[in-house]
């Protein structure tokens, strides 16, 4: 329960931009109206009979494709050429070959071993087979009255508290069907290690049984482990239980990570990645949650309070694979995972950060500037993923504008590129509303794009690392993922981290098996209070 997702300003500003949502279309509507009896002596309106997104996608496409249209005159001159040659022609060039016969065996020689040194350093092609999100089981539901009421009875916290979680829980975005661990609904709440424990086992056996059972891979077939949760960390490890749980084999690579905040399903991804391209024929899971029971804040510091509001039961596992045989029945293919950190700022480094109040209460502390913090992470990562991804006609667009502002005119706006041609689907870590927001606006995204993060921490609130993949659930589950599309999973956490995933859909996909869609996706998107 890291909180590094950029959740709402712990000041709880009332200015309801910070922490609401935006309109149901982005914007009001724009109409023209004309005078009939003298429209026949006007000009059209090309900006409004005219949709300027198609002019930019025929420029992208020629940018784009100016490579291969220049190729295609030369193509065509050359089969012109070889057409009209006859066959005293090819015998001259046959004797021509053979007097230099050297050569060609020195350039076959450097052709083939080229051709061979490449594909043999080229990365392994990395495959998403299946993945399985958790769903908890109804008795676990905490909607508002319950929640506050639970809070009430605790005795732990003042009226000052409560109001504050009041109004918190109103502004998040999470609905009324979110979860919390059994320990949390006893009053007083029962958190101990053995609690703790029950709830990372129902979390991750839950998760990783439904993707055996999808995938028809066994247990033992499993080469790579890695694990990733933040703040529970027991002896034997997460990634151990597992092991024993499963009975997986003894010269299995597992990995435990902690501490690494929301974003730390990116890096799992990442390292089961890089793991891949070392051991050859062999299936990684990777196994992403937090763990509330024993990270609970019962204290009144205000900026403790809010990860009580927004963090929920959750978990994911997802099975990846480096075999051939794989991409026939894979979902996806990784195209590119970019990690940023910001850690060595002190600013971003204390902005999520566990500690201990006044009273000696354990919680996590969001700092006020972590939305600044955030953006300035974002920032980053896409400068880096932005030369990956974007299509020529958008990097010439940007590079041209920075020349001029940097040379001819200071006062000319920064061309802000559309990551809207490089992916067809944004799967934004729901870790509060106001992240949402904020990338929604930033990166001239339309609703429909930012649908699944906000439908996500509606039904499931922040479930923290895994969040991404219930959100590309949510995408799957509306029938919304075609063979060829590019989807992009971004992630904020502690540290400060900003990552991103890029994976690139192998076919027509459809949900999951046990979806934690399944029964409910003809309910949504719902409508949110702004």
């Known amino acids: 329960m890291d909180g ?8 709880l500003k009332t200015d309801r931009a910070s922490v609401g949502g935006v309109g149901g279309d982005g914007g009001p509507a724009v109409g023209v109206q004309i005078n009939q009896r003298h429209s026949h002596r006007r000009l059209p309106d090309f900006l409004q009979s005219v949709n300027l997104k198609y002019v930019k996608l025929g420029y992208h496409y020629l940018i784009s494709h100016l490579l291969t249209l220049c190729l295609i005159p030369v193509m065509i001159i050359i089969l012109i050429e070889a057409s009209q040659m006859n066959p005293n022609d090819i015998r001259q060039l046959w004797v021509h070959l053979q007097y230099n016969l050297v050569s060609v065996i020195v350039c076959s020689t450097v052709l083939v071993f080229g051709s061979t040194v490449y594909i043999m350093t080229r990365p392994k092609p ?26 009430r009875l605790t005795g732990d916290f ?17 609905g009324e069907e979110t979860y919390v661990p059994e320990a949390m609904h ?23 049984d439904n993707l055996f059972s999808s995938t028809g891979v066994k247990p033992k077939d499993i080469g790579i482990l890695v694990v990733n949760c933040s703040l529970f960390n027991p002896t034997p490890s997460l990634s151990s239980m597992i092991v024993n749980k499963y009975k997986l084999r003894g010269n299995i690579r597992s990995f435990n990570l902690g501490g690494m905040g929301c974003s730390a399903g990116v890096i799992a991804i990442d390292l089961a990645k890089d793991m891949l391209q070392v051991h050859r024929n062999t299936y990684a899971v990777v196994v992403s949650t937090e763990n509330i029971t024993q990270n609970w804040y019962f204290g009144n510091k205000k900026s403790m309070l809010i990860p009580n509001c927004l963090f929920r039961v959750g978990g994911s596992a997802v099975l990846l694979s480096n075999k051939s045989i794989d ?15 910001r850690g060595a700022d002190e600013k971003a480094f204390r902005c999520v950060y566990q500690e201990q109040d006044a009273a000696g209460k354990t919680g996590v502390s969001l700092s006020k500037d972590l939305m600044a913090i955030a953006g300035g992470a974002l920032k980053t990562n896409i400068t880096t993923l932005g030369p990956l991804v974007l299509p020529i006609s958008e990097q010439l667009l940007f590079f041209c504008t920075l020349i001029i502002k940097k040379f001819f005119n200071n006062n000319i706006k920064p061309y802000i590129p559309d990551f809207k041609l490089a992916f067809d689907h944004f799967c934004i870590h729901a870790g509060g509303r106001a992240v949402i927001d904020e990338l929604e606006k930033n990166l001239q995204l339309y609703p429909t794009h930012v649908e699944a993060s906000r439908m996500t921490l509606h039904r499931f609130g922040n479930t923290s690392s895994s969040s991404i993949w219930y959100e590309l659930a949510y995408i799957e589950a509306k029938g919304r993922m075609k063979r060829g599309q590019r989807v992009w999973q971004i992630a904020f956490g502690s540290g400060f981290k900003c990552n991103s ?27 949110l209070l702004s």
């Open 4 to 11: 590094g997702g950029g959740v709402s300003d712990p000041n």
């Open 501 to 527: 995933a890029v994976w690139k859909a192998l076919r027509n996909v459809k949900p999951s098996q046990n979806g934690p869609w399944d029964d409910c996706i003809d309910k949504y998107p719902v409508e």
């Open 158 to 174: 003042d009226e000052s508290s409560l109001e504050f979680q009041r109004k918190i829980l109103e502004r998040s975005g999470l």
């Open 327 to 341: 991409k026939r029945r894979a979902k996806y293919k990784l195209v590119h995972v970019v990690r940023t950190h």
């Open 126 to 151: 990395v495959y998403l087979v299946d993945y399985s999100c958790y769903r908890a089981p109804d008795h676990l539901k905490a909607p508002y009255e319950r929640f506050m009421k639970h809070s």
């Open 186 to 208: 006893f009053v007083p709440p029962r958190p101990s290690m053995a609690a703790a424990r029950e709830e990372a086992e129902q979390v991750m056996y839950g998760a990783l």
